[in-house]
């Protein structure tokens, strides 16, 4: 985005969406490697944002695509191979999405990386304009499924209730400083 020549632009705002399941090398990121991708998030919104108001429009919980229909109306996911035209076989040997969406699946370390992640994104996306999650509301997908992950407590409630904040924004929103073991620059 740094090719866009901003001056005279007036009420433009630039809309991301930051999601880790469309792009192959997000796909077999381990979740470790999930925070540290937030982190570089966001320095690349703080950036855009310092030229053009930037805000995420889209983001969730998502580490893989086996959300119903996400890749499209009957179609498969990059995740178990079943989406024959992205990657050839699953993501991971054995992978399958049989379980991957539902909450009550979810492990006790499971749950707790998925609130770290919650809290690191909205970390990375409050250094741009705002962020909006991906929906409030979601069939058979419960990692993108906002007042599910509230109610459970794997997003805050309110949004500032922050057990594992990374960054500490201080008065100047533009100087973010990492605190955490993700985030080392």
């Known amino acids: 985005w740094p090719m866009f020549n901003v001056p005279g632009w007036e009420n433009v ?3 991301t969406h ?3 399941v469309f792009v192959k090398d997000r796909l077999l990121m381990n979740r470790t490697e999930h925070l540290k991708a937030t982190c570089q998030d966001a320095v690349n919104v703080r950036n855009f944002n310092t030229q053009l108001w930037t ?3 889209e983001w969730s919980l998502a580490v893989t695509d086996c959300a119903r229909w996400l890749n499209g109306f009957e179609k498969g996911a990059r995740w178990d191979g079943s989406l024959d035209w992205e990657m050839h076989g699953p993501a991971y040997p054995g992978a399958t999405c049989a379980g991957q969406n539902k909450m009550s699946n979810w492990d006790q370390p499971t749950r707790i990386f998925f609130r770290q992640f919650a809290e690191a994104q909205m970390d990375a996306y409050e250094a ?4 909006f999650f991906w929906n409030f509301k979601a069939e058979d997908a419960d990692d993108w499924n906002y007042m599910k992950l509230a109610k459970s407590g794997l997003v805050p409630t309110p949004p500032s209730n922050r057990v594992y904040s990374r960054y500490s924004l201080g008065k100047d ?3 973010i400083q990492p605190k955490s073991q993700w985030c080392t620059s």
Request: net charge neutral.
């Open 13 to 15: 705002i630039l809309d």
């Open 18 to 20: 930051n999601y880790h």
């Open 55 to 57: 805000i995420t429009g």
């Open 128 to 131: 741009g304009s705002g962020w």
């Open 173 to 175: 929103r533009w100087n």
